[in-house]
Every structure is written in C-alpha cells, then in structure tokens.
C-alpha cells in the first residue's frame, strides 16, 4: 500500500486478503491500465523476437537449419543464432526439450 493510501484502502486490502484476493487502491489500477498502454508485448511468456517465434514453430516441426534458412531467406548461421537465443531464453538444450516445454512432443 502506499504511504497516501485511505483508511479505507487498508479496510479494503485486508477483507480482500481474508477471502485470497489482492487489493490494490484505484489510483494505482488507474496507474497500472495507463503504463500498460505503452508496453509492448511479445505474445509470448519467453519474450521471444517474432523471427524467433517463426524459427521456433519450424524447429518444433522438424525442419533443418538449412531448411529454415532457405524458407525464411536468411543464412543458416543466423538460423543458428536465433536457434541459441532461443534455448538461452527458453533454458531448453535441443529441439526436443523445446517440443515437451511447449506441448508438443
């Protein structure tokens, strides 16, 4: 809570609590919604670059890097970079790993 919070923001925060809720004062969500609006989002919980996501998905489907490269028209050493981003990311160590994380394999 911050220091200028209302008495009744406290009364709020601790029936909120006693039924496993959060509470945050009206002020702060109003601050929250505002900030939101200029965040950028990835659409992915690993932040991953949208050629990422698209190196990713032909990864999972079992494409080669060389494979990759030629659909995507870039060089199999930036496959192969993106690839490394990605399992740093995503704390995977092979294409595998990845499949199970995801849901695939």
Known sequence: ??????????????TAAQYGYAYLPLELMREFVKSRKHLT???????????EV???????????TKN??????ISVRTVETHRNSIYKK?????HKELAELIGVG
Request: aromatic share 4%; with cysteine; hydrophobic share 35%.
């Open 54 to 64: 698209e190196i990713l998905e032909a990864t999972i489907s079992g494409m080669s």
């Open 41 to 51: 989002r990835t659409g992915n919980i690993f932040g991953l670059s949208p050629r």
């Open 68 to 73: 990759v490269a030629e659909t995507l028209n």
């Open 1 to 14: 809570m911050p220091k200028q919070a209302r008495g009744d923001d406290f009364a709020n925060a601790v």
């Open 90 to 94: 995503t704390s995977c160590r092979d």
